[in-house]
């Protein structure tokens, strides 16, 4: 007998039930025991089985197979136990028993490898968080859906609704959308969705102007493409049924988000009738320019004759009242002495009323020649006029004992004489309303964005603030002659030569204090 013979030979063995001494109640409690064991090992691989084809997910095929031969090797273990009862098999027992070791300890080994694995797969509160996660992105995605269906809806009724025409094509230049007041501008059935490339069709695009037809690379949906941005351009659509549209057309590339272009959309409104009106309005200002034009040669040469008559008038005046002194002045002399004070009275005051109308006379003169400055303005430097001025009017200065200080004056756009003239009523004004104190006169300028501010101020008797725009009109006094001499017309003349500058006059005052007169004209830099 060999070796194999011999570990297979049980004849000198004796069967496990004689150690239970044949009793039956122990052997049928141990044939019980270990064959309900065995059905149940025998049952669960069956189980696995059924799991693993219905949920292949849940462990790895190896894993599996080896639990289902170790569970199995289990069972067969409690049956070799029963059969060894009546049967001394022990060297197929304990090789049964080897191969579930073997298999068991695999199985050990192998699940400790995989427990990272297995610790991976989400537990049933994982499972119900995500599934939470997920039910409220569902959610989300439901309401974004729905919001995003609501804005198509509205970006629909403004592209069915819209007065614009909007058209868009692909990068061949095909027509792939066009609104319906698009299509309103082509007429009803014009064959807009054309095949043929940037909007070609049976219609022509001409220039602003609608005589020369658009070239092809100039098409609105071309240089929208192409370009990238279609700025304001109008073109004239010219129908098959002769009728021609203005449009201004403008537009700009589509592109997706890596940068590419995928098509162009241009907008067009019909501004036809405005066109029209522009046109009809550049006629019309023609003709109204022409009329003032001609209304304004009229007025210079009516101007030009009231000035000749102004000019004969006032010396026709005049020459009346310089006999009436001169002979006045004769009869004061021949008869000084010999005449009772009445009589030198009344010539006293001949001579003196004729030297104020003569006075008056050359004031009105002066104020019918003021003209508003436009075309005869230059750049004037007011420290200059202000030289002049103080220089004409040196002998009343010292007469009068005035101090007169100028701060540093600007250059202004104006006319020299005007504005000479202006300053010296405003400084001869100062010295003549001047109080019982020596006349204190300052000059000074201040930056008012385009304008100059320029203010005279005084220490003289100056007058009550109600009348600070009466004193500008004509022939207007708020004292009497006898006790300041003047014709009314000084600050009248200041009034017309600053608004014909384009600027205002204004004074503040206080009786018994002094008067500010302030006025504007524009700066030489921005003019």
């Not at 030979?9 to 141990?30: E, N, V």
């Not at 027992?93 to 400790?112: F, N």
């Not at 020299?416 to 405003?426: I, S, T, V, Y």
Request: with cysteine; charged share 25%.
């Amino acid at each position: 007998m060999g070796a194999i013979g011999r570990i297979f030979d049980q004849s000198d063995f004796m069967p496990h039930g004689m150690c239970f001494l044949w009793r039956p109640d122990i052997l049928a409690l141990h044939v019980a025991s270990d064959v309900l064991i065995a059905i149940a090992y025998f049952a669960i691989p069956a189980f696995l089985f059924v799991l693993s084809r219905r949920r292949d997910d849940l462990l790895p095929r190896w894993a599996l197979h080896l639990f289902i031969a170790f569970i199995l090797l289990c069972g067969l273990t409690h049956l070799a136990a029963v059969w060894v009862i009546w049967k001394p098999d022990y060297t197929v027992e304990g090789l049964v028993k080897l191969a579930t070791a073997v298999v068991s300890l695999t199985t050990a080994v192998l699940v400790w490898i995989a427990l990272r694995n297995i610790l991976a797969i989400p537990s049933r509160h994982d499972l119900q968080t995500l599934n939470a996660s997920l039910r409220d992105q569902i959610a989300e995605r439901e309401r974004t859906e729905q919001s995003l269906r609501k804005t198509q809806e509205f970006l629909r009724a403004v592209f069915d609704t819209v007065q614009s025409g909007i058209f868009a094509c692909d990068t061949e230049g095909v027509i792939t959308l066009t609104n319906p007041a698009a299509r309103a501008f082509f007429g009803a059935g014009e064959r807009v969705f054309t095949r043929d490339g940037w909007g070609t069709g049976e219609y022509v695009l001409y220039e602003s102007g609608g005589e020369n037809p658009v070239a092809d690379e100039l098409r609105p949906l071309y240089r929208a493409f192409h370009a990238g941005v279609l700025p304001p351009t109008d073109v004239v659509v010219g129908l098959k049924d002769g009728s021609r549209r203005s449009l201004q057309a403008r537009g700009r590339a589509m592109v997706d988000e890596s940068g590419e272009k995928f098509g162009a959309v241009v907008s067009m409104e019909d501004v036809t009738d405005i066109r029209a009106a522009e046109t009809e309005l550049r006629r019309l200002n023609a003709g109204l320019e022409e009329s003032v034009r001609a209304r304004t040669a009229e007025l210079m040469r009516s101007n030009a004759d009231l000035e000749r008559f102004a000019s004969v008038a006032s010396h026709d005046l005049q020459e009346p009242l310089r006999s009436v002194a001169g002979f006045c002045g004769l009869l004061q002399k021949k008869y000084a002495g010999k005449l009772d004070p009445e009589a030198t009275g009344f010539i006293k005051q001949v001579v003196d009323g004729a030297t104020r109308m003569q006075t008056l006379i050359e004031d009105i003169l002066a104020y019918s020649r003021l003209r508003p400055a436009v075309e005869e303005t230059v750049a004037v430097r007011l420290d200059a006029v202000l030289e002049k001025v103080l220089d004409s009017l040196s002998d009343a200065i010292e007469s009068a004992g005035a101090r007169i200080a100028a701060d540093s004056l600007p250059t202004v756009v104006g006319v020299p004489f005007q504005l000479e003239q202006l300053l010296q009523n405003l400084l001869s004004n100062a010295l003549k309303y001047r109080g019982d104190r020596p006349p204190e006169i300052s000059i000074g300028a201040e930056r008012d964005g385009a304008v100059w501010r320029i203010t005279v101020a005084d220490n003289g008797i100056g007058f009550d603030q109600r009348f600070a725009d009466r004193i500008f009109q004509l022939f207007q006094r708020l004292h009497a002659r006898d006790q300041y001499w003047g014709s009314g017309m000084g600050l009248a003349i200041c009034h017309k030569v600053v608004t014909g500058h384009g600027g205002r006059i204004w004074a503040e005052s206080t009786e018994g204090v002094g008067s500010h007169f302030r006025f504007t004209l524009p700066a030489a830099d921005v003019a």
